[in-house]
């Protein structure tokens, strides 16, 4: 599975738009980038997924670049309750019915704290 | 309420003692996964069943195991604790093997002292 670098921390306000960006330089032509969020003593919850261009969800959008080199998770108006650990994971997610097995490697993730 | 359930919620035992933490999948998932959560070592992956079978292992201990019964529940056993084995135990679950949107259950929290 292809490393990913993101930033440790990341602080902003209620109502702002915050833009998480994840760095994936070795992403091979299958994976696919996805994104999780975890509150404290919490298991982690996907958000969103995205292959290239740009998805977006109810929750958040993810764009991606044609070099599918970085992808950026974006979180309109946060709240304080956005605050939390947000990761990003590249790999193949197999629904092609590949042989990935699906499971997923977590880096450090970036700790977002929404203040008032 | 992702519909993964765990049990116990909270586990408090001594260096050298056995435990068995015990997961739920979602309804109509095949695929489980164990991660262990320790605040030195982040979210990992410990081990992965799919139907029955063990598809995947990670950064699972000898001391440890796991099984997947017909009836799709995991169980994770945990022997011979050690005072590091403290942390959050998560399964998740997803309807196939290789789909990279897995549901996490709430997790167990064990304390070894």
């Known amino acids: 599975l292809a490393k990913t670098t993101q930033p440790i921390s990341m602080d902003s306000y209620e109502g702002q738009e915050v833009n998480i960006t994840c760095s994936h330089n070795?992403?091979?032509?299958?994976?696919?980038i996805t994104w999780y969020q975890q509150f404290p003593s919490q298991g982690p919850r996907f958000i969103i997924q995205g292959y290239k261009t740009k998805v977006t969800n109810e929750v958040a959008s993810l764009f991606i670049p044609a070099d599918r080199k970085s992808s950026t998770l974006s979180l309109p108006r946060v709240s304080l309750s956005d605050t939390a650990v947000y990761y990003c994971?590249?790999?193949?997610?197999?629904?092609?019915?590949?042989?990935?097995?699906?499971?997923?490697?977590f880096g450090q993730g970036t700790t977002l704290q929404v203040k008032p | 309420d992702s519909g993964v359930t765990q049990t116990p919620k909270h586990l408090i035992t001594a260096t050298g003692q056995r435990v068995t933490l015990r997961c739920s999948p979602r309804?109509?998932?095949?695929?489980v996964y164990w991660y262990q959560q320790s605040l030195d070592q982040g979210l990992q992956f410990l081990i992965q069943?799919?139907?029955?079978?063990?598809?995947a292992k990670g950064n699972i201990l000898e001391r440890f195991s796991a099984q997947q019964f017909p009836d799709l529940h995991s169980e994770l056993n945990l022997s011979s604790l050690e005072l590091g084995d403290s942390a959050l135990y998560f399964c998740?679950?997803?309807?196939?093997?290789?789909?990279?949107?897995?549901?996490f259950g709430p997790g167990t929290r064990l304390t070894v002292l």
């Open positions: 309804s109509g998932d095949l695929s």
């Open positions: 998740a679950s997803s309807p196939r093997a290789g789909f990279n949107e897995q549901f």
């Open positions: 994971l590249v790999g193949d997610t197999g629904r092609g019915g590949s042989s990935n097995t699906g499971k997923l490697i």
């Open positions: 069943y799919y139907n029955g079978e063990e598809r």
């Open positions: 070795n992403i091979a032509t299958n994976d696919y």
